[in-house]
């Protein structure tokens, strides 16, 4: 069986993580391309009740894109934040990969439900 390379970074911690950081990167590394999940669902799959800390967590992901926090989004199918911001050009590279990975984002901002991941 193959190891996900973010996996594999996250396990090996060449870079300093709390338990809850490594915790959270390695469920998200779970999503695959092409696929979003959101906060909530996220923190749901790692039995905890505060998407928040969860955003935190992704925001200090030192292993991006590799470890994909593109690819998680508000329960209302809005982006959310990026690199610790909501607008600007970290934005514009969240859609730009996930787009690439053949996410389609509406005119409204949203994506298409049909793109949501759900952990089982």
């Known amino acids: 069986m193959t190891t996900n390379p973010g996996v594999a970074l996250i396990k090996g ?3 300093k ?15 695959p391309e092409g696929k ?8 749901d799959s790692i039995h905890c009740k505060s998407s928040q800390a969860v ?4 925001k200090r992901n030192p292993y991006a894109p590799i470890v ?7 329960s209302d199918l809005s ?14 590279k969240k859609i730009e990969l996930l787009e690439s990975e053949g996410v389609r984002i509406g005119q409204d901002g949203k994506v298409d439900s049909k793109f949501i991941y759900k952990f089982s």
Request: aromatic share 8%; with cysteine.
């Open 13 to 15: 911690q060449s870079l």
């Open 79 to 92: 982006l959310g934040g990026f690199g610790g911001t909501r607008v600007g050009s970290k934005i514009d």
């Open 36 to 43: 979003v999940t959101t906060y909530k669902y996220l923190s």
């Open 68 to 74: 994909p926090c593109h690819r998680v989004i508000q």
């Open 17 to 31: 993580l709390t338990p809850f950081q490594a915790k959270v990167l390695v469920a998200l590394c779970q999503v």
């Open 55 to 58: 955003g935190q967590a992704l």
